[in-house]
């Protein structure tokens, strides 16, 4: 069964090695073959999860080891393969999602000229991703943690012809690496600590290991998760990710790939039991930028850009619980899970709605589309429910079950914790009833695009409706099904479980965390649902203003970085041309000089020479005399 | 050891082949200028082969040197014609090999005479006549484990090296024709006067090693030396190092001795260019290994912190200066300054994961620098300029150009999956391992690198398609088969890089004993 | 003076001679130096050498001084005053140095060399004496002595410096030959080529004529007494030696340093130059 | 009186002749001071093997002589060739060996 695995991967990265080199001739067929060996991906998850299923709790992790990969004097790198619930669950979430989000592309795609391509790169990113969840050590996770970013590089600069994408493209990546500094470095203190950077034994032997050493280890893979996921301070490239086609931003930008983060501190828990300070970073950082995902969110017009603040706002919460350790672990992943559903099938909706009126992506034109696009309302609203924690609905139960963890950290890390995110929960569903209301309800402030052809807002094909369908489904039940047929008893003997105790009592969290969302939704009524909404943004708040521009992170950044390097290559530049290479010139030409000047003493006449002569003979018998006197 | 000679002397005759196949294609007379390339590919491609069956009759698990051969030159000084291969030799001879048939291909038509010359003359036969005398020194630079030969190879490839520079230089120029030539010239006589003080000073040393050592034998003064019956005072030890590195140091160019690489790089056609950067510099390198740590192991530790510091602002610095760059060659330039700075903080980190790291980078850097260069060579050569800015959406035009460019940038920036990831990343660990502010320092090149690629892509590649590029065509059948095969073995070898390493493990295992040094034990021994 | 006295011993006598005839030898070689015109530079280094030939005697080298008289006062010096005829004054007699410092780098170097000769000399230990006697007396006397020197010990020098010899006179006689191209034309070509051309139809003029001289370098003078280069024969007149109008010597003379100051390119000292040279010349007019 | 003084007199003959090179443009005199110093050494050599009390000095002395007339034969003739050449016998003249 093990020997299954590699055909998890290898099925989407033959895929993309056909797709991209097959040329032009596979333009008509490209898009079947994409979806068809995503879709085999799947079948095999499927295929290996029932038989996990068939064994008992302990044996169910499979290992495959295919060869090593970088055999060097004291340093195995191997290409091995690690099958357990915990990367089981990524497996069926990725595979799942990835195959719905290639048919939704069938119809989202289909008038691009480079469809073919596009989904090469979808098949491409699968396959990395798979690697990421499937590694069973830390380099092969690395290698398919660079595998996603290059495929996001790839996607979000699809419409390389538009330069907004092209830097969109570019800065994800830049930024992105920044975080692998962090991920190498820990695979390099690792290496140094343990001698092996393999997961098994590292996790085993990092109750050894020194505090020090696995605090470091832990900020540093925290690095590294904060640039794939997106969390403050490397959030900045998520927003202008949605430069990418929908499809884009619904895999990789909402569901999977910037989950990755969350999988990485998940699959170190043992590092980070170990290390409480670097586990203390790690919920402050997934606490601020839960709040700020969500004021960005707030402010955004653009409805891609909305959900994308919501993204972050959302994997805030995820890596919050894994910070909250062994009390959070599965709840991140169950949150994990279905924020893959709900969020996935709200970009789609987003895309669906885009795709009926040209392209638009400001809601400030939308309005009053539930009557156009009625499948798209309903799944859209569904997802809707369920992101904003609608009881019942998937993600009432992972929100809800993380806020009772962040209040069960006790002390008063606990109370902060558990206000930030019952907080977050209330703007959650500030901002999500705010897209929903500025959408769907309300009057047409429909425009005319730029060729000042007006929008007649239509339903989508079926290829893209099924999927919005099936996900919304996903959302819906998701969250139930994962309460009552036990995650938890399912991830526990990967990330490990235990419960924690809300000083205040289950139930009372609960209500709290559903007072809050009745709370943020009536504010969003009052505001975007009775009143009409400007089809121009008023100028608004400080705070408005501030968020509208990611609360000014990107100017910051500009200010310091891209600023602040150009002088500093300039200047570099300037160095080595005038300094490094001058000193080296000058010289050169110091000695032209001399021999210049020597050279006037040839003046071409016998006697001058004579002279000379005449004078070194005269030197010669001194020296001789003086030798013979000394 | 080194009495007995292997029957065939099959290391003379892989340098000989491409030295004659040189002088045959200089012979070619003028009209017959296809016939030369031909003959030229042919008998790289015949090279090619020879340094297979060297690699397939490489032992690992055999003597340090093999196929050695040894016979009098200059009994007097005792100077010996001694050659002999290590892994980290056969494994760099297999890239020459590998590199020049993909170089002589890809300047298929850079020499071509202009119409305006007269018929008698015969760039073409000379420029790829050159082209294999530089494959053919290198080749037995790789080989020579006697000082003396090594130093006469080191310093004659300079030449064959400044006329290919100065002869032939790229024909797309942004100033006049004459403005080109002196810029050509000025490079050229730049390359020279670095490469040759740098060797002069290595000439002083290798005298003064005759002086206290009594012989050019490299295994016999290392093996004297190891058993303790050659003692060197330390100062003169250090001295001597000092003489051997200053000279590889400039052939490799480390801060602050390479401002003769941009110029060259950016004057020299592309195929010219990676010859310099993938093939001549590994020399510097590989002596540098070879020579610096199994001569005077005691000075180099000595040397080790400088010399690591110095990696340092090469990396960094080069970086820095590649992102800041304009020309699309010299951009590239920079960053190979950068990769070089990798390669020899892995060779002075002195553990094994650097060494091996630090070869294995030798190797894939040559690679993914000829991809990169020959794909922008193309591209220069279409549109006739090399500034950046004179570029913009070829990637619509051009889409397999485009992709090939970006692999070739994606190896450049060391993505996992190609070759350069594998060396950099055992350089970083095998850093980290002795030096770890070192380390991180040079893990933010990899941010540094990604930025001056992903720009230079995009400002070249995406974006709005400028009007002059909007007819370039896409690559031709022969650029296919240039970019092709070397974008097939980065993705390989950076899968699989078993065959090289298993090649290059023993020699670094000499190495390390050379220097007396042992990898860091780790702190917590998990169970493997 | 005896030849017995100066096999052995340095006599008062020989004394005398040595400074009287040592300072004449100096001075004469300064002149030598110093004159401006070759001739007397030649004739000064005669008498120096003449001086020498004596001291030789003195110093019992028979042989060698009758040698030196013969040889060099002789047919070498001779030689030189031929050449000197043959080449004539030219303008490199002037004593005008061109070469910036040159002079006084001369000056020096040779006060510094012949200082530290006389010291040398001075501390290099010549006590012991042998004198000749011996020497002289061992073959019956000084010439046979260099004899059977010369044609036993020297044998092969000796015939090889007179193959030299041979050599020498050969290339002299190669060298100042010259072949003559064309036909000399005949006085009657000549006549009738200065009838057709219709200038100097009549004889030249002779020179000095109508002038107080009658020597034949002096040029006659026309009536408005400037000087009738005509009247000088051709050969002197190529040479510049035409005695007191010396405008042709002055002319290479100017021409030359002009070429010089050309080549070091200091144009000032050039222009008075030329300013010296004429009123020079202007004066040896008038004289 | 010291014989010694002899030397110093050719000493200063040498000199003498030295600096005449040195500072005469016309190429006969220049000859002439040649000769002047080969003569200086001749006495040298005589005053020397009158020192000695051996002949050898003399020899040398002769020979130095007859050397020095070939010298000037095929000197002087090569000064008159050149003289026929440029109308002048001037040193500097004759020698331009600056490009």
Redesign the interface.
Known sequence: MENLIALLVGAPLLGAAVLLCGGRRLDRTGHWIGTLLAAVSFAIGLALFADMLGKGAEERALYQRLFTWIPVEGFQADIAFQLDQLSMTFVLLISGVGTLIHVYSIGYMEHDERRRRFFGYLNLFVAAMLLLVLADNYLLLYFGWEGVGLASYLLIGFWQHKPSAATAAKKAFLVNRVGDIGLSIAIMIMFTTFGTFAFGPVLEASGQASQGTLTAIGLMLLLAACGKSAQVPLQSWLGDAMEGPTPVSALIHAATMVTAGVYLIVRSADIFNAAPDAQLVVTIVGAVTLLFGAIVGCAKDDIKKALAGSTMSQIGYMILAAGLGPIGYVFAIMHLVTHGFFKAGLFLGAGSVMHGMNDEVDMRKYGGLRTYMPVTFVTFGLGYLAIIGFPGLSGFFSKDKIIEAAFAKGGAEGWILGAVTLLGAAITAYYMTRVMLMTFFGEKRWQPDADGNPPHPHESPRSMVIPMVLLAVGSVAGGAVFEFAGFVEWLEPVTGYEHGHPPIGAAAVTACTVAVMVIGVGLAYLQYGRRPVPAVAPRGSLLTRAARRDLLQDDFNHAVFVTGGTHLTRSLVYVDHSLVDGVVNGTAASVGGLSGRLRKLQNGYARSYAVSMFGGTAVLIAATLLMRAV | MFGTSTAFPLLTVTAAVPAVGAILTAAVPAARRTAAKWLALLVSLATLVLAGIVFARFEPGGERYQLTESYAWIKDFGVRYELGVDGIGVALIALTALLVPFVILAGWHDADPLETSSKRWRPTQGFFALILMVEAMVILSFEATDVFLFYILFEAMLIPMYFLIGGFGDRAHAGSDENAAAQRSYAAVKFLLYNLVGGLIMLAAVIGLYVVAGNFSLTEIAGARANGSLEIATSTERWLFLGFFFAFAVKAPLWPLHTWLPNAMGEATAPVAVLITAVVDKVGTFAMLRFCLGLFPEASKWATPAIVVLALISIVYGALVAVGQRDIKRLVAYASISHFGFIILGIFAMTSQGQSGATLYMVNHGISTAALMLVAGFLISRRGSRLIADYGGVQKVAPVLAGTFLIGGLATLSLPGIAPFVSEFLVLVGTYARYPVAGVIATTGIVLAALYTLVLYQRTMTGPVKEEVRKLPDLRPRELAVVVPLIAVLIFLGVFPKPLTDVVNPAVRHTMSDVQQKDPQPEVEAAK | MSAHLAAYATSTGEAVQFWVLGTVAVIGALCTILMRRAVHSALCLAGTMIILAVFYLANGAYFLGVVQIVVYTGAIMMLFLFVVMLVGVTAADSLKETIKGQRWWAVACGLGFGILLSAGIGNASLTEFAGLGAANGARGGNVEGLAALIFTKYVFAFEITGALLITASVGAMVLTHRERTERARTQRELAEQRVREGKHVPPLPAPGVYARHNAVDVPGLLPDGTPAELTVMGTLRKRGQIRDVSAEAMADLKALEQRSEERLGRDRDARDQDAFGRDRDEEEANR | ?????????S???????????????????V???V??ML?AC??AF??F????????G??V???T??????????G??????V??AR????????????L
């Open positions: 009186m010291n014989p010694v003084n002899y030397l110093y007199l000493a200063l003959l040498f000199t003498i002749g030295a600096a005449g090179v040195l500072i005469r443009r016309n190429a006969i005199v000859f002439m001071c000769e002047l003569n001749n006495l005589v005053t093997s009158r020192m000695h009390g051996n002949l050898d003399q020899i002395a002769f020979f002589m007859v050397v020095a007339a070939a010298e000037v034969v095929v002087l003739a090569i000064i008159v060739s003289f026929r109308h002048s016998a001037s040193v500097d003249d004759a020698s331009l060996m600056k």
